[in-house]
């Protein structure tokens, strides 16, 4: 594929079913310990995203993103890096995820070269369809339920934008985001979700793997 076309989509498709975000502030051990506790029950792909209050900068936030990004590789899960585009190159990561306020899919796909997953987080259907024109992998779909793992989350929306997504032919793969556990991951899948997509039901959780093992059998089916 070349520098300006999307991953092929079935294999991203199937890389997304537990997808697991964390950065060392919403872990309450090690993160290297919490994320290899969670790859052990079934985490599919995992996100480092270092933000908020306490987060790390500079060269710590760089060493915590390459021990993750080795336990990964390790481990055959795909390691995507939020917003930090000059981190993802650094790493040569598998991808990065943004948001609305940060550089749209298509100059991120000229910095970042072929071969590389693009997420984008979306929250209406102008986003969705913008998204899709500027040559997004996935789409982050929610918040779906409240969250405290996020200051700025937009308003909750439950399944209803990913259900509409799918009831219009819109096939680009998904994630459901926001407030999911394992208790009520199960319509998020069924309204169309690939996957879900996870902070602190994961990286809260006294035993994460046993957290992470709970959405592998719900996304397995
Ligand atoms: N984007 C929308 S909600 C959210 C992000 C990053 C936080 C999800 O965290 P949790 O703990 O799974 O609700
Ligand atoms: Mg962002």
Known sequence: TGNDSRLDSEYVRS????????????CRRPAAAVLEEAIAGGVTIFQFREKGPGALTGEDKFNLARELQRI????????????DIDLAIALNADGVHVGQDDEPAR???????GGKIIGVSAHTPEEVRQAIADGADYLGIGPVYPTASKDDARPVQGT????????????IPIVGIGGITADNASPVLAAGAD????ISAIAGAEHPQAAAAAFARLAAR
């Open 72 to 83: 990964c590789r390790a481990h055959g899960v795909l390691f995507i890096v939020n917003d």
């Open 107 to 113: 100059v991120l796909r000229e910095q970042l070269g």
């Open 15 to 26: 890389q997304l079913r537990v997808y697991f975000i964390m950065g060392s502030v919403n």
């Open 195 to 198: 996957g879900i997509s996870v």
């Open 160 to 171: 209803i934008l990913i259900s509409d997504l799918r009831r219009e032919g819109i096939t």
